[in-house]
T-cell receptor
Framework: NAGVMQNPRHLVRRRGQEARLRCSPM?????VYWYRQLPEEGLKFMVY????????ESGMPKERFSAEFPKEGPSILRIQQVVRGDSAAYFC??????????????FGPGTRLTVL | GENVEQHPSTLSVQEGDSAVIKCTYS??????FPWYKQELGKRPQLIID?????GEKKDQRIAVTLNKTAKHFSLHITETQPEDSAVYFC???????????FGDGTTLTVKP
């Protein structure tokens, strides 16, 4: 059973370009979470999604950032018009569909975004 | 919203000694408290967790305690080894809402 997969592992973008980060949850998991980790800092919650639904996006910047988790395919975190301050590691986590509540989150290897 | 404070930010111990990391939380709705270990450049890995209906949980050299009244929980590592050196994060989660708030991390260094 493969763990949470993220790609690419490393992404370099110039200012103003778009970054697309992908996350495939563990098999059987229908809850996906995205976190941002700045260098030598903690994990900051960005967004929580279930299939085709954004449940909580309270940690996501209002502009330039969007996330989706379609019925088929991976979850995508999209950052438009990237700026240097977007440089960070972006971790995705997934958890199983426990009835009425969420459960333990398992993390992917992260995507390290560098904005030049 | 939830606010999680983690102390200390850095901790250095001698091999074989114990290490204790403490976290406090603010939201009484939080009912799940995982601890993650993150080695440099790697993903956070769950090492132990505790739910709000339990006061203490132990797994070999690692234990976690929870005081719901005081809203704090702690990670205890006994007989530390150099491979325990990493950054440790606590988190407070509301399983109904699905949101986790992480502490800022503790960098543990175990000196041989």
């Amino acid at each position: 059973n493969a763990g949470v997969m993220q790609n690419p592992r490393h992404l370099v973008r110039r200012r103003g370009q778009e970054a697309r980060l992908r996350c495939s949850p563990m098999k059987g998991h229908s809850h996906v979470y995205w976190y941002r980790q700045l260098p030598e800092e903690g994990l900051k919650f960005m967004v929580y999604l279930q299939k085709e639904n954004i449940i909580d996006e309270s940690g996501m910047p209002k502009e330039r950032f969007s996330a989706e988790f379609p019925k088929e395919g991976p979850s995508i975190l999209r950052i438009q018009q990237v700026v240097r301050g977007d440089s960070a590691a972006y971790f995705c986590a997934s958890s199983p569909p426990t009835s009425g509540h969420t459960d333990t989150q398992y993390f992917g290897p992260g995507t390290r975004l560098t904005v030049l | 919203g939830e606010n999680v404070e983690q102390h200390p930010s850095t901790l250095s111990v001698q091999e074989g000694d114990s290490a204790v990391i403490k976290c406090t939380y603010s939201d009484s709705a939080s009912n799940y408290f995982p601890w993650y270990k993150q080695e440099l450049g790697k993903r956070p890995q769950l090492i132990i967790d505790i739910r709000s209906n339990v006061g203490e949980k132990k797994d070999q050299r690692i234990a976690v305690t929870l005081n719901k009244t005081a809203k704090h929980f702690s990670l205890h590592i006994t007989e530390t080894q150099p491979e325990d050196s990493a950054v440790y994060f606590c988190a407070a989660s509301d399983l109904l809402a699905g949101k986790s708030t992480f502490g800022d991390g503790t960098t543990l260094t175990v000196k041989p």
